[in-house]
């Protein structure tokens, strides 16, 4: 143990430096990667709750029956795809630039199979966006 203090007490500053800058990288890669499995997450929710929104309009026997057109508000149902359809494409806006800079700081993004599993088609659908 007193071995160990002492070679730290005589690094130079070049290991001392290096040593502190592989911690930062460390701790800002891990960041930028949780960001984007967070986002993929968000993306995969907005999903859910789109598909939700027109699944509460189908007939359920055990809690509810049809909708009554009368009580439907189409404006509202409208406006709620609308504004989750902006979530999304606003969330994929956000995965796309975090992909990116992850890449132009750290190198090629190294769990792309987490994105995958998660959001199922973003390389297809990306791929096919970019080229438009």
Excluded at 33 to 56: A, F, G, P, Q, S
């Amino acid at each position: 143990m007193e071995e160990l203090f002492k070679d730290k007490l005589k690094r130079s500053y070049k290991q001392l430096k290096d040593d502190r800058a592989e911690a930062v990288v460390e701790e800002l890669e891990t960041a930028w990667k949780r960001k984007v499995e967070d986002l993929c997450h968000d993306i995969k929710k907005i999903d859910r709750d789109r598909n939700n929104l027109i699944d509460d309009l189908s007939p359920d026997v055990t809690f509810k029956t049809n909708v009554v057109p009368s009580d439907f508000d189409g404006l509202q149902f409208m406006n709620k795809d609308i504004e989750l359809g902006m979530k999304r494409r606003n969330a994929l806006i956000v995965l796309r630039v975090t992909l990116s800079r992850y890449e132009d700081m750290f190198g090629e993004y190294p769990d792309k199979a987490t994105i995958e599993k998660i959001l199922p088609n973003y390389y297809t659908n990306n791929k096919e966006e970019e080229e438009d």
